[in-house]
């Protein structure tokens, strides 16, 4: 096992960066993903390129593996080119996608059985924070796993929260995130089409709202694609309404309440049944304009 060397699986927005983010940091890194595009990108920055999580895997310190739900981070471990028979032992799979805690107890202990480390580290910042290295990481594990993990964590990283010395605690962090930001968003695309409604400039609104009480993260971060009318997939509506429905499950089995929660992933799931589950995520917005036959900028 060569401590330089790191696996990146999942060359995605977040995932790229976050590679990039490591080379300029010194290790070698070799990425994979199903799309030939990001592994030539990432050659083109001095990486290196892999067929499988398994080819991936071999000899590095580290698997960070940054794809979107716990079905892919289960075929990336345990499929018959997977890395987990691959991965030195002592190493560790650090794993940021984002699903249910029970899920992520079960995914660790079948790879710690093995002899190898699991970090629980759901990520949160977006692609810019990403490709800069410094994203949120909420991350969870035992301290073998923390201390095998945490040269990749500080080159990725401008916030490592170390949460607990178990597997599924960094998940329970990051759904309380998943519900804020799916909330945010949804009122930030109702704020702006009412801003719509009321024939407002909606440019103007959104630096007014920006320097107000009622701004937010998501609101200063996804207006923007509105106004530009680029829904190029950033973060897709796809994503919450995974992430959403994952907390209305995990709610229900509390029991707790989540009206608000509920309500935005209703938002989310008629903005895909609209057709546009695949688009960024501020399309909600376009859902209301839909619904209220508003005008929002159009693309030039």
Avoid at 213 to 232: C, K, Q, T
């Amino acid at each position: 096992m060569d401590p330089s060397r790191i696996a990146v699986i999942g060359l995605g927005a977040m995932g790229f960066g976050m590679a990039a983010s490591l080379i300029r940091a010194g290790f070698t890194v070799t990425g994979h993903d199903v799309q030939p595009a990001p592994l030539a990108q990432l050659q083109a920055i001095g990486g290196l390129s892999a067929a499988t999580p398994a080819a991936a895997a071999r000899d590095a310190a580290a698997v960070i593996a940054v794809v979107v739900n716990a079905a892919q981070t289960e075929a990336i471990l345990f499929a018959a080119d997977g890395c987990a028979a691959a991965m030195a032992e002592g190493a560790v799979f650090i794993s940021c996608a984002t699903m249910p805690p029970e899920t992520v107890r079960g995914l660790a202990a079948r790879l710690e059985a093995t002899g190898r480390h699991y970090l629980d580290a759901p990520i949160s910042g977006g692609a810019a924070r990403a490709a800069t290295g410094a994203l949120t990481i909420m991350a969870s594990g035992s301290q073998a796993a923390f201390a095998q993990a945490r040269p990749a964590l500080e080159a990725m990283a401008a916030t490592l929260h170390e949460l607990g010395d178990a597997p599924g605690i960094g998940a329970g962090f990051k759904m309380v995130n998943q519900l804020l930001a799916g909330v945010h968003i949804a009122a930030a695309c109702e704020a702006i089409a009412f801003g719509a409604a009321l024939g407002l400039d909606l440019r103007k609104l959104y630096d007014v709202i920006t320097g107000s009480a009622g701004n937010s993260w998501m609101f200063e971060n996804r207006v923007p694609h509105i106004l530009d009318a680029d829904y190029a997939p950033r973060s897709a509506v796809n994503i919450f309404t995974k992430d959403l429905g994952i907390v209305l499950d995990m709610a229900r089995a509390t029991p707790l309440a989540v009206p608000m929660a509920g309500a935005a992933l209703q938002l989310f799931l008629m903005t895909a049944s609209a057709g546009m589950g695949q688009d960024d995520d501020a399309s909600v917005a376009r859902l209301f304009a839909t619904i209220a036959a508003l005008d929002l900028p159009v693309a030039h």
